[in-house]
């Protein structure tokens, strides 16, 4: 699990395509990869990837066909930056919200407004997931745990802090970037449960 408070962004140091899977390496900052041990799960652009080897300031991965269809790193290259995160410890104070690293679909970044410090963004919404994106409702995007701003048909807005767009990579997206989004948990089994409670209902 992770709070989607993304902790640094790294650079992509070299990306290797095989018949059924990316090979992916990552040069680290300084300390991200402290106690790190093989096996451990990274939050790479809000993907919950596993660790198959480390150095003190490397990461590799390897990324399966699922996983790239459902995300944006199917257009990873060597040079990007992504958002890194660790996995959370019981002891972990959860700034953002609760987040799996399973995203449910990818977005487009349909219009951005930057301001003098800060940045509006506009992404486009799918139709099977917009009962579950509400006004002020939790959303992660690339990783990051986001408020959502307003939200109309077939799109949502986000509105982006100096803090965010200096520690994570959302400040580099352009018009038509793909974006990663997963939607939170407990939204998808509340607006569920109250589909199923009024079908029950009107079924008898």
Known sequence: MFSGIVSAKAKVSKVKKFDDYLSVEISTPKGFNKNLKRGASISVNGVCLTSKDSGSKLLKFDVI??????????????????????????????????????????????????????????????????????????????????????????????????????ITNLGQLLKGSLVNIEIDQNTITVVNTVKKTLATKVSG
């Open 65 to 166: 066909e699922e996983t790239l269809d459902r995300t944006n790193l199917k257009n990873i290259t060597k040079g990007d930056m992504v958002n890194l995160e660790r996995s959370i410890k019981a002891s972990t104070e959860i700034g953002g919200h609760l987040m799996s690293g399973h995203i449910h679909f990818s977005g487009k970044v349909k219009k951005i407004v930057d301001k003098k410090n800060t940045r509006d963004m506009q992404i486009t919404l799918a139709k099977k997931y917009a009962d579950y994106v509400m006004e002020k409702g939790y959303i992660g995007i690339n990783g990051c745990s986001l408020t959502i701003g307003k939200v109309n048909a077939g799109d949502f807005n986000i509105h982006l802090i100096p803090e965010t767009l200096d």
